[in-house]
């Protein structure tokens, strides 16, 4: 069983929806939880970066994580065709981890004009 | 600031050979780490180097080595290449100090033929 687990989609919506993407870890270590964007043929890009339980947003992206239930999510509000892209989910155990980081497989979302 | 810079941007190498793998960090980041991307097994971390020293690595083949100059500059290098090989290789950097989140560079196509 793999330690992150994220449905791949895809998942198609129309513009102006709400997306929920989600994932969830059986390592209770994690504590750090990131979401990425990845355009194709482009690297990763930071989206979002929480550390423990909480949500935070920013703009149009809500991150949500709850540790009890060992479950995260990204939240996109009033979605873009630019929005369209492969959305990572990645954790980290903490400091002593570094730069290790296990990622999601990643959710393929369209958005739709 | 500049982004995380890879080079080269694609390569094809034939089963068997050797290849050396480049990477500028962000401008004053000292953390540096490699990860390797697959449609398969999704982003999987090779190794991450600090101050020129190795200082966390994932589980991958001997194949598989790195190193880090003094100028935080990395290189990453694959021997004796093999067909499941071919992935694109991502670097990314960090801020030291804490627990920061990475930023990826575009990455290296690697194809093996």
């Known amino acids: 069983q793999k330690e992150v687990e994220q449905d791949p989609g895809p998942l198609s919506v129309p513009e102006g929806a709400i997306v929920s993407l989600n994932c969830t870890y059986s390592?209770?270590?994690?504590?750090?939880f990131m979401w990425y964007r990845q355009y194709s043929r482009k690297g990763p890009e930071l989206l979002m970066y929480?550390?423990?339980?909480g949500n935070k947003e920013d703009g149009r992206f809500t991150a949500q994580v709850d540790k009890s239930s060992k479950y995260i999510s990204l939240f996109i509000r009033d979605s873009q065709p630019s929005d369209s892209a492969t959305y990572l989910c990645?954790?980290?155990?903490?400091?002593?981890?570094?730069?290790?980081?296990?990622f999601g497989e990643g959710t393929q979302l369209t958005v739709n004009p | 600031k500049a982004g995380v810079t890879q080079t080269p941007r694609y390569l094809i190498k034939t089963r068997g050979q050797q290849v050396t793998l480049s990477c500028s960090p962000i401008?004053?980041?000292?953390?540096v780490s490699w990860y390797q991307q697959t449609p398969g097994q999704g982003l999987q971390f090779l190794f991450e180097?600090?101050?020129?020293?190795?200082?966390n690595k994932g589980n991958f083949p001997g194949r598989f080595s790195g190193r880090q100059f003094s100028n935080s500059r990395s290189e990453m290098n694959v021997s004796t290449l093999e067909l499941g090989d071919s992935a694109l290789y991502l670097c990314?950097?960090?801020?030291?100090?804490?627990?920061?989140?990475?930023?990826f560079g575009n990455g290296t196509r690697l194809t093996v033929t």
């Open positions: 990314a950097s960090r801020e030291e100090g804490g627990h920061s989140p990475l930023h």
């Open positions: 390592n209770s270590a994690f504590q750090y």
């Open positions: 929480t550390y423990s339980s």
């Open positions: 990645a954790m980290s155990a903490g400091r002593t981890s570094g730069s290790r980081l296990t």
């Open positions: 401008s004053g980041h000292r953390s």
């Open positions: 180097y600090f101050s020129e020293t190795q200082r």
